[in-house]
């Protein structure tokens, strides 16, 4: 199989299961083009199909590299450095591991903005294999300094986190999944509570959310809800502690990734931390469906009503 | 008119250089790289110190960032950079490091050092322009043969060669220092994607002008210029 090939079923098996974030992103973007010169968007074949009408009307800012996944960020990057504002778009790996040297430097050491959006997230379709999973993204990007990090957990949180983000000139990271909530909640500063209780706080990140509110539905703790994960709400964890000091926080990413966030919220209140996701020990060699990813992660409700119960006491 | 300007600039250059302390590691690459940006910044870029946020501006990358005391010397001598600056590189408060920082340096267009960078960029600049109907402006990128190695290049040089960029110029510095060498020359890796190539001794002012300036509508251009090792000084 060509590589043409294999983006091209990757296309399929999407666009069969669940396109909603993907598509809501395409469509904000392919009509904020029309009002603001500036957005340019910048692929490596995949999603170049859905940009064609942004291209028809747009051809000198719809640029699609080809499988050049480090052309493909260096290119954004001039773009920002002549005053566009680059949307860079690509599948997990391949949008932040594979040209992450290009990342830190053709980005942030240029001291340029840019909107990068992933689709595929830690695991969304594991038939594809470890190739095709990145749930160490959010951590890899936050060891940069100036990102902003979006995780939505619904399609409307895309819209206008996307809007926001194109109106800026800073770097923004959106990392979409076919994984989401039943509603979407308010996006911008600062965490949701979705829950009150009082034997903790649990801080459900993104498409997590569902999960954790099946899974603490008999359980008295505070659910806090947020897309965004960088910056951090420390107000906000603050807050919600109060003086009850056990915090769990589950994110759909790499185990730990926020982690210090937390501890730096903290920094003056005794307390302890359940950080809950993608593990970090080995990796996972089977396929399956996502559902299945989750189990193992102990990400599913049931394994996290099992960690949360047995952590809050 | 030009002319005594640009050999007295020349003249000087020694002077700039003694400026900066004798540790430097990349002195024949820096050296190898002279000709080339002086041609560059005296006769052939469209850019002042008083222009250097001018959209219309032409761009010079430095893409291999190594050696840049040639680079910093011109800049000096071309009124960029207060030429006090130069005595006390590397420091730390210094804008001046053994790589480039556009965010410390008026006029270095981007920061380099790490190889294989400045091609995309150069790409993009170009593509960005272009989508702001700024299609005078050109852009050169100066790129070693050992730096050439890197993968990165290759995708950037395909790119550039299908889309046709006849606004960018790369000029790949040829000093015989890729641990592979280039069978066959530097040039044909870009000809084979399209490209208006041409390969000048790297020493040769007159040839590197009249490479640098020549048209090559409809394709992005690669001057390829030699440099031979009985010219390192």
Do not use: C
């Not at chain 1, 830190?104 to 340029?112: A, I, S």
């Not at chain 1, 509603?183 to 993104?206: C, I, M, Q, S």
């Not at chain 2, 959209?55 to 030429?83: E, Q």
Request: net charge negative; charged share 20%; aromatic share 6%.
């Amino acid at each position: 199989m060509t590589a043409a090939d294999f983006h091209g079923k990757t296309e399929l098996a999407l666009m069969s299961s669940d396109v909603t974030m993907r598509e809501t992103f395409i469509e904000t973007v392919t009509a904020a083009m029309d009002t603001d010169p500036r957005i340019a968007v910048v692929t490596a074949d995949i999603s170049a199909g859905n940009f064609t009408e942004a291209r028809s009307r747009h051809p000198e800012r719809v640029v699609n590299v080809g499988i050049r996944e480090q052309a493909m960020i260096g290119v954004t990057g001039g773009l920002a450095l002549t005053g566009l504002r680059p949307v860079a778009h690509s599948y997990t790996p391949f949008l932040i591991e594979r040209p992450f040297e290009q990342i830190k430097l053709d980005l942030g050491h240029q001291d340029v903005g840019a909107i990068l959006v992933s689709i595929g997230a830690s695991y969304d379709d594991p038939v594809w294999g470890r190739t095709h999973q990145a749930p160490g993204d959010v951590a890899l990007i936050d060891t940069l300094p100036g990102w902003t990090i979006h995780v939505p957990g619904h399609q409307d949180e895309v819209r206008s986190l996307l809007t926001t983000a194109l109106a800026g000139d800073d770097r923004v990271y959106l990392r979409l999944s076919t994984r989401r909530n039943a509603r979407a909640y308010p996006t911008g500063a600062g965490f949701t509570p979705v829950r009150l209780g009082n034997k903790g706080v649990v801080v459900a990140v993104g498409p997590t959310l569902d999960a954790v509110l099946a899974a603490t539905s008999t359980v008295d703790v505070t659910v806090l809800y947020t897309a965004t994960v960088r910056p951090f709400d420390h107000a906000g964890l603050r807050d919600a502690v109060g003086s009850n000091a056990n915090v769990v926080l589950v994110e759909p990413y790499l185990q730990g990734t926020s982690a210090h966030e937390v501890t730096t919220a903290l920094a003056d209140t005794p307390h302890r931390l359940l950080a809950l996701g993608v593990g970090r020990d080995s990796e996972v060699r089977a396929y399956g469906t996502a559902e299945q990813h989750d189990a193992v992660h102990g990400l599913d409700p049931a394994g996290l009503h099992h960690s949360i119960t047995r952590f809050v006491g | 008119m030009t002319q005594g300007i640009s050999r007295r600039g020349w003249s000087e250059l020694p002077d700039l250089f003694k400026r900066m302390t004798g540790d430097e590691k990349h002195e024949w690459a820096a050296t190898s790289t002279l000709p080339t940006l002086w041609t560059l910044y005296d006769r052939v870029l469209d850019v002042s110190p008083e222009r250097v946020d001018d959209p219309d501006r032409d761009r010079f990358l430095l893409s291999k960032g190594h050696g840049p005391m040639a680079y910093y010397a011109v800049l000096a001598a071309k009124g960029f950079l207060d030429p006090s600056t130069l005595d006390n590189w590397t420091d730390f408060g210094s804008p001046l490091g053994q790589h480039p920082d556009r965010v410390l340096v008026p006029g270095v267009e981007i920061s380099a050092g790490s190889l294989g960078h400045g091609l995309a960029l150069g790409v993009g600049q170009v593509l960005g322009l272009r989508a702001q109907g700024r299609t005078k402006p050109r852009v050169f990128v100066l790129v070693g043969d050992g730096e050439f190695d890197e993968g990165s290049n290759h995708e950037a040089i395909a790119l550039a060669g299908r889309l046709g960029l006849d606004r960018l110029t790369v000029v790949a510095i040829d000093n015989g220092s890729a641990s592979h060498g280039w069978p066959g020359g530097m040039a044909s890796r870009f000809a084979v994607e399209g490209w208006d190539t041409v390969t000048v001794d790297g020493r040769d002012q007159e040839a590197l002008y009249h490479a640098f300036t020549e048209e090559h509508p409809g394709r992005p251009r690669a001057v390829v210029a030699m440099i031979r090792e009985e010219g390192a000084e």
